[in-house]
């Protein structure tokens, strides 16, 4: 039998998808934008090979220096702004996956008296502080 903490969580295990963009709806919007900063994030593993080979290119047929010049430039441009856009996804991922933890609900008309471990009753406004109660359940 499970809880009544497990109980609040509608998951579906026959449909995972649904439960996962249910759990993310509240942040779509960084969502979004997490999506496009690990797409800017990414963008030196899809560049190098490209540079790479268009400096060798650049060696192999005596083509002028200036060329090289400009690829280090572009190479080193894409690589300079992977660490503060890593950053961002790093601080937008995680604020995502914080905003679907934990958070509690009102407890029961009882308080935390309901609560098997409660050793002292938490006032009537705030909410059990226990996972083993059942007032905790995902913010949705």
């Known amino acids: 039998m499970h809880s009544a903490a497990y109980r609040d969580l509608d998951f579906d295990g026959r449909r995972p998808v649904v439960t996962v963009l249910r759990l993310l709806r509240p942040s779509r919007g960084r969502v979004l934008l997490a999506l496009l900063a690990f797409a800017v994030k990414d963008c030196p593993v899809w560049l190098l090979p490209l540079l790479t080979a268009n400096i060798i290119d650049i060696v192999v047929e005596h083509r002028p220096i200036q060329l090289l010049w400009v690829n280090a430039a572009v190479l080193a441009l894409v690589l300079i702004q992977n660490l503060p856009v890593a950053i961002v996804?790093?601080?937008?991922?995680?604020?995502?996956?914080?905003?679907?933890?934990?958070?509690?609900?009102?407890?029961?008309?009882?308080?935390?008296?309901?609560?098997?471990?409660?050793?002292?009753?938490?006032?009537?406004?705030?909410?059990?502080?226990?996972?083993?109660?059942?007032?905790?359940?995902?913010?949705?």
Do not use: D, K
């Open 89 to 140: 996804w790093t601080r937008l991922m995680s604020r995502i996956t914080g905003g679907s933890a934990w958070t509690c609900v009102p407890p029961s008309p009882a308080g935390c008296n309901s609560c098997p471990s409660a050793s002292t009753p938490a006032p009537a406004p705030r909410c059990c502080r226990r996972r083993s109660c059942g007032t905790w359940r995902t913010s949705r």
